[in-house]
């Protein structure tokens, strides 16, 4: 018993030693525990609610979060310089004082859509580009982060590779960069941003620091980032979730820009400006929501004292059954609860799927802003709104811009932008379709929606489809007749019959001027229609308007003109020239004044050519007034007066044989002056000529073939022109009668329009009269200047003398 006493005793001491300092362990390890908090359960945050690709952990949240309010460009990101126009443009927008910055969400709103159009075209011949799931979703979403003020726009559209990223945001500036650039100097109007293709940097006007992510199907995913301080970056992306296609802006708004994470702003604002997008805007919004959740054991207990202390007749006759039914029920309550989900912004039918009649204007006027980028005060001049049917069935909504594009006829020939969206089954194929308009009503915006062209064959196929040409057929026809509506709508281009009856009616004030704002913008087109189509002259030649000598400064009309046509006259008279003013004092009308016949003034250069394709009008041919042929009725005195001054146009014509003159005659045009020099009727005139020798590659060889002959037409009835005559007869020979007719004919070349070829020698003959008339003598020189030369020495000793000065002082 002994041996096991010690021992035992022994082991249960250990023991009291031990259990207290491990109970200690125990309750220590406890308590550090209870300071970390237990992992929650990893929930999937989506945005946009994409299954693969966009779920998020703890960890992508950490690292996007520390990216994001660093608002710093990576320190692995390969650094580029912006282009000087590109920063140029971005210290505009940066500094500007525009006080519409919402432009900056249409602009982005704008950009998706494009990128969402092109990968829809790619998918009508390759299916595959769409992905699957939720990639195949073409939609535009906008999420807004009020914590970390962040602005999220993304599109599941082509996407951009890294090159199109270094390309489109940064060291290449397109065209518009530059004429944007000159715009805003001018006119100061950021509002036009979207209209010259650089709509992405109004994003600086809201945001100081912006992230790009983009991934194209042939490229990884990279992102592009810039804080608009001349330099941008770009690196592969690592951290942020897959996008599977397209991209996401991600704009950190600066601090007076904290209005544009109120999404009734963001509501307001897609339907202003993107209601007519045809791709589906989401906004990741806020909604409240009722919820029943278990109520509280404390609140249970009031709720059934209450019910104890107050119960009513009815509760008492309850049957047993239905109380004990209650009783069994959990106790709930109601409270709200803030949900987010998807909400649609933009419902809208598409417009030129509607009924005509159904449509307002005020909708066709935001449809065009839409459409055409641009968000000014101004209504589109006039719309056509119409469907075809027959063999080829489309739709289209045609409309005139208030103005012209700004480059419109700076590469007329060269460029092949439209703006006309084409459409095959509500899908969108191009706005490059040079077949659906000509190039003269390029200037028209709107889209055609047909149902007859295939879908799903490539652009080159589609433009030799035949039915483009019918529909191009018809879409001329419905413009013009648009454009001719304008003029019979407009009180001021009726007749004064008519215009009273206008005035009597009451009619709308809006009309008034209308076609003389469009002829101002767009004149020059419908000039080059009746030059580029034979088919369509005639009805382009009624669009036609011009200044008269007797409009009183107005346009008029070809009819118009017709019906003021004095009884008798054969041919419409007009003239051309570099200005109205200088046509005014023209001697070539100072006959057809005097006969009160109406002349047409040609002011454009384009003029010159578009007479050379429009013969006649109306059975009534053209006559320019400065060329040959002009008729102006009989003179019973022609035949006398031409044997009168035989000998001196005989004489006239040896004297100029030099000067290329081909023939000297009587002229029926003149009234005052003495003589004008006139050309061949299938010549150029002294117009043409002028506007042909300031062309840049003008050839002079190869112009002196397509010259009008001159002929110098003289007014038998001037005393100039007598006294001259009778000099010629008395001593053909005389040299000073030789030196005033040379003289006559260089001013008469002058006052017709034309150049001289040596201006020196009529200069100098200029002089010789003036001598003439101040009893000068021929003979006499000028004086000459006595020359004093300065004496060499005593500059040199000068120079010396400062040398030595300088080198004083240098020593000192």
């Not at 308590?31 to 990893?42: C, G, L």
């Not at 460009?73 to 443009?89: N, T, Y």
């Not at 009597?504 to 469009?518: C, P, R, V």
């Not at 006239?652 to 003159?661: I, M």
Request: net charge negative; proline share 3%.
């Amino acid at each position: 018993m002994r041996k096991w006493t010690i021992p035992s005793v022994l082991f249960l001491l250990c023991l009291l030693f031990l259990l207290p300092d491990q109970g200690r362990r125990i309750q220590a390890n406890a308590e550090a525990e209870s300071d970390v908090p237990v992992d929650p359960p990893k929930v999937e945050e989506k945005f946009g609610a994409i299954p693969h690709g966009l779920s998020t952990d703890s960890d992508v949240v950490k690292r996007e979060s520390e990216s994001m309010s660093r608002k710093t460009l990576r320190a692995d990101a390969e650094k580029f310089e912006f282009q000087a126009e590109v920063s140029r443009l971005m210290d505009i927008i940066i500094n500007s004082l525009y006080s519409n910055k919402d432009i900056f969400l249409r602009e982005l709103i704008s950009n998706a859509s494009d990128a969402l159009d092109k990968i829809r075209f790619l998918s009508l011949t390759d299916k595959e580009v769409l992905g699957e799931g939720d990639n195949a979703k073409l939609e535009i979403q906008i999420k807004l982060d009020k914590e970390k003020k962040i602005l999220s726009i993304r599109d599941r559209g082509i996407g951009m590779t890294k090159e199109d990223l270094i390309k489109n945001l940064g060291t290449i500036a397109k065209s518009g960069t530059s004429a944007f650039v000159e715009k805003m100097q001018t006119s100061g109007d950021l509002n036009l941003i979207g209209q010259f293709g650089v709509g992405f940097y109004s994003v600086y006007l809201v945001a100081d620091y912006v992230e790009v992510i983009s991934k194209h199907n042939d490229d990884k995913q990279y992102v592009w980032e810039s804080k608009a301080d001349g330099a941008f970056a770009i690196s592969e992306d690592v951290w942020n979730e897959p996008l599977g296609r397209g991209t996401e802006i991600r704009l950190h708004l600066r601090d007076e820009a904290g209005e544009y994470l109120d999404e009734y702003k963001l509501k307001d604002l897609v339907k202003k400006y993107s209601e007519f997008i045809n791709f589906p805007i989401y906004l990741w919004a806020s909604k409240e929501v009722e919820k029943e959740v278990p109520a509280d054991e404390d609140e249970t207990s009031d709720e059934e004292e209450t019910s104890e202390t107050s119960p009513s007749e009815e509760e008492g006759d309850e049957d047993d059954s239905e109380k004990a039914e209650d009783e069994k029920k959990p106790k709930t309550k109601k409270v709200k609860e803030t949900t987010y989900e998807w909400e649609l912004l933009n419902d809208v039918k598409a417009i030129w799927l509607r009924n005509p009649k159904e449509v307002t204007e005020e909708e066709y006027t935001k449809f065009y802003h839409s459409l055409a980028k641009d968000f000014s005060d101004e209504k589109p001049l006039a719309w056509s709104h119409f469907n075809a049917e027959g063999d080829v069935e489309f739709k289209a909504v045609l409309f005139v811009p208030p103005k012209a594009p700004h480059d419109l006829y700076e590469s007329y020939y060269n460029s092949k932008k439209s703006n006309l969206k084409l459409y095959v089954r509500r899908v969108f194929i191009s706005d490059e379709f040079d077949e659906l308009l000509p190039k003269y009503l390029s200037f028209l915006m709107g889209l055609v929606d047909s149902d007859t062209l295939p879908l799903n064959v490539s652009r080159e196929m589609l433009q030799q489809h035949s039915s483009l040409k019918t529909i191009k057929k018809k879409l001329i026809r419905k413009a013009l007749d648009m454009i001719r509506k304008i003029a019979d709508e407009d009180p001021d281009e009726s007749n004064d019959k008519d215009k009273k009856d206008v005035e009597e009616s009451g009619a709308d004030n809006e009309k008034k001027g209308q076609y003389a704002k469009f002829w101002n913008e767009f004149g020059k087109s419908i000039k080059l229609g009746i030059i580029e189509d034979a088919t369509n002259r005639n009805r382009l030649a009624k669009l036609l308007r011009f200044e008269t000598s007797k409009s009183d400064g107005k346009l008029t009309s070809l009819d118009q003109y017709i019906s003021r046509m004095k009884a008798g006259q054969k041919d419409i008279f007009y003239i051309t020239g570099a200005s109205k003013e200088q046509l005014e004092k023209s001697p070539f009308l100072e006959r057809l004044t005097k006969k009160n016949y109406e002349v047409i003034f040609f002011t454009d250069p384009v003029d010159e050519y578009l007479m050379q394709y429009l013969m006649d009008y109306e059975d009534n041919k053209f006559q320019n007034v400065s060329k040959e042929g002009l008729k102006l009725g009989k003179d019973s005195k022609a035949k006398e007066l031409k044997e009168s001054f035989k000998e001196l146009t005989k004489w006239w014509k040896g004297a100029l044989a030099s000067d290329n003159v081909d023939d000297v005659k009587i002229s029926n045009r003149l009234a005052d002056t003495p003589c004008v020099v006139v050309t061949s009727k299938y010549g150029w005139s002294a117009n043409m000529e002028r506007i042909m020798q300031s062309q840049t590659l003008s050839d002079a060889n190869k112009q002196a073939y397509m010259r009008g002959k001159r002929v110098l037409e003289i007014n038998p009835r001037h005393p100039i022109i007598k006294e001259l005559r009778d000099r010629v007869i008395k001593d053909p020979e005389d040299e000073s009668v030789k030196q005033t007719a040379q003289l006559m004919y260089q001013t008469a070349l002058l006052e017709s329009g034309f150049l001289l070829n040596d201006p020196k020698d009529f200069a100098s003959r200029i002089y010789s009269s003036v001598k003439s008339s101040l009893n000068v003598s021929p003979d006499a020189t000028v004086e000459e200047e006595e020359d004093i030369e300065e004496p060499e020495a005593e500059t040199d000793d000068k120079e010396a003398a400062a040398k030595d000065d300088y080198d004083a002082k240098d020593e000192l």
